[in-house]
């Protein structure tokens, strides 16, 4: 059974930057799709960006492309996502999600994943 665990959220001034993590545990994620979402109060859950592990692509929501980047750690366990240039829009809490065989086309949607960490509060306000 993986277990994911977020960190890093917290509150930053408009402009300011953060670097989320996440850590599975129980498995490596050498055979998956990485993801991130958020969501707010009443909103859904919405796609930021995804990394498949063993082809190092990225995929990005059109709202944080250029802003945001999802890598990969050099051991088999941890993905981040630098968040630079933060909006108070990107207040959200952000939940880092993963499974194996997500198709190209579904990487974008919540229900391709099937496991999910407990999610990290990120709050941009002055």
């Known amino acids: 059974q993986v277990h994911l665990v977020e960190s890093g959220g917290g509150l930053v001034q408009p402009g300011g930057s953060l670097r989320l993590s996440c850590a599975a545990s129980g498995r490596a994620f050498v055979q998956y799709t990485v993801a991130w979402f958020r969501q707010t109060p009443g909103k859904e859950r919405e796609f930021v960006a995804a990394?498949?592990?063993?082809?190092?692509?990225?995929y990005y929501a059109d709202s944080v492309k250029g802003r945001f980047t999802i890598s990969r750690a050099n051991n088999e366990n941890t993905v981040y996502l630098q968040m630079n240039s933060l909006k108070p829009d990107d207040t959200a809490i952000y939940y880092c999600?993963?499974?194996?065989?997500?198709?190209?086309?579904?990487?974008?949607?919540?229900?391709?994943?099937?496991?999910w960490g407990q999610g990290t509060q990120v709050t941009v306000s002055t």
């Open positions: 999600a993963e499974d194996t065989g997500v198709i190209l086309s579904s990487i974008r949607y919540q229900a391709s994943y099937h496991y």
């Open positions: 990394l498949r592990w063993r082809a190092r692509n990225t």
